[in-house]
Nanobody, 125 residues
Framework: VQLQASGGGLVQAGDSLRLSCAAS????????MAWFRQAPGKEREFVAA????????YYSDSVKGRFTISGDRARNTVHLQMNSLKPEDTAVYYC???????????????????WGQGTLVTVSS
């Protein structure tokens, strides 16, 4: 699966931004897409994920309540709406996809075999 991410940029703290990731195809109901991020000097961390079949969404504690992941089935595209952005959200954001995933694996980067190019999000204070 090829992934194309877009939507990064420079914003101020408190602003909103929406990232998008288009997948070249979607396999079945357990197809999952996710966002991870990596800040300078830090390891890549899970941000949010969605499993297409039931539309179940998963979030890291650091973004829960501020970020919303959603899927556009017709376009095989997942969006990450980021509100109330903080300087600590600054990172390169990567989208990822897995053909079949269950809830226990959504937060692990090793569960995903396909990755898009990163898109930089910079939040100034």
């Amino acid at each position: 699966v090829q992934l194309q991410a877009s939507g990064g940029g420079l914003v101020q703290a408190g602003d909103s931004l929406r990232l998008s990731c288009a997948a070249s195809k979607r396999t079945d109901s357990r197809f999952a897409m996710a966002w991870f991020r990596q800040a300078p000097g830090k390891e890549r961390e899970f941000v949010a994920a969605i499993i297409w079949g039931g539309g179940s969404a998963y979030y890291s504690d650091s973004v829960k309540g501020r970020f919303t992941i959603s899927g556009d089935r017709a376009r095989n595209t997942v969006h990450l709406q980021m509100n109330s952005l903080k300087p600590e959200d600054t990172a390169v954001y990567y989208c990822a996809a897995a053909p079949r995933l269950i809830a226990s694996g959504v937060r692990l980067s090793s569960s995903y075999g396909d990755w898009g190019q990163g898109t930089l999000v910079t939040v100034s204070s």
